[in-house]
């Protein structure tokens, strides 16, 4: 069965300081890799995916393989950046495996 | 953008109530809907899989007849909570896609049931 691991559920940085949120996954399959972000009190929605390469609000995301992680960056962290960021994992028939979340702060 | 409708937002009912609960794509036909269970400070957990047409796919430890899921068109698939207990207030989410399209899911804001 597939699992994501998001190990931090708290993160707070400075603004202007670089940010990485992580994520680990176990999959059996060749695995498709999402972040999602939800502000307060909005929806949850797509950041970004591993198959795009792009970066979306400076954020960007690399899947390594060898060390199964998919971790979020962003080299300068801005206020509006504070939300609860998901990462998930797509398995067969689009389901999506989520992590726990981490919930970012960044402080002026 | 794609958008997700889900009726109604919160819910507060007495106990053994049944609650139905909507999820509509509003610009876009939806195939397949997910029912997403998420308890609080906790994660999203999928609950199950809504197919146009067909019977849902629950999830592992997920009570079919306690979930009752209807996908009758493209558009529109329902969640009705049977004899509700307070063990089963939590928030409930859909999200939608379309396979065909390769998009990702988009989800709808969500529905707080609380169960007296």
């Known amino acids: 069965a597939q699992r994501v691991t998001q190990p931090e559920k708290l993160l707070s940085v400075f603004k202007g300081a670089p940010v990485e949120l992580k994520c680990n996954y176990s999959?059996?399959?060749?695995?498709?890799l999402f972040w999602y972000v939800q502000y307060s009190r909005q929806r949850l929605q797509l950041l970004l995916r591993?198959?795009s390469r792009e970066s979306i609000k400076g954020f960007t995301a690399d899947l390594n393989k060898g060390e199964t992680s998919f971790h979020l960056k962003k080299p300068f962290a801005q206020e509006e950046d504070s939300a609860m960021y998901y990462c998930?994992?797509?398995?067969?028939?689009?389901?999506?495996?989520f992590g726990e979340g981490t919930q970012l702060t960044v402080n002026p | 953008g794609a958008v997700v409708s889900q009726h109604p937002s919160r819910v507060i009912c007495k106990s053994g109530t049944s609650v139905k609960i909507e999820c509509r794509s509003l610009?876009?036909?939806?195939?397949?809907m997910f029912w997403y269970r998420q308890f609080p400070k906790q994660s999203l957990m999928l609950m199950a899989t809504?197919?146009?047409?067909?019977?849902?796919?629950?999830e592992q430890g997920v009570e079919k007849d306690k979930f009752l899921i209807n996908h009758a068109s493209l558009t529109l698939s329902t969640l009705t909570v049977t004899s509700a207990h307070p063990e089963d207030s939590s928030f409930y989410i859909c999200?939608?896609?379309?396979?065909?399209?390769?998009?990702?899911?988009?989800f709808g804001d969500g529905t707080r049931l609380s169960i007296l």
């Open positions: 998930a994992l797509e398995a067969s028939g689009s389901r999506l495996t």
């Open positions: 999200s939608a896609s379309d396979p065909g399209s390769n998009q990702p899911q988009h």
């Open positions: 999959y059996s399959g060749s695995p498709e």
């Open positions: 591993h198959i």
């Open positions: 809504s197919n146009e047409g067909s019977k849902a796919t629950y």
């Open positions: 610009d876009f036909q939806a195939t397949t």
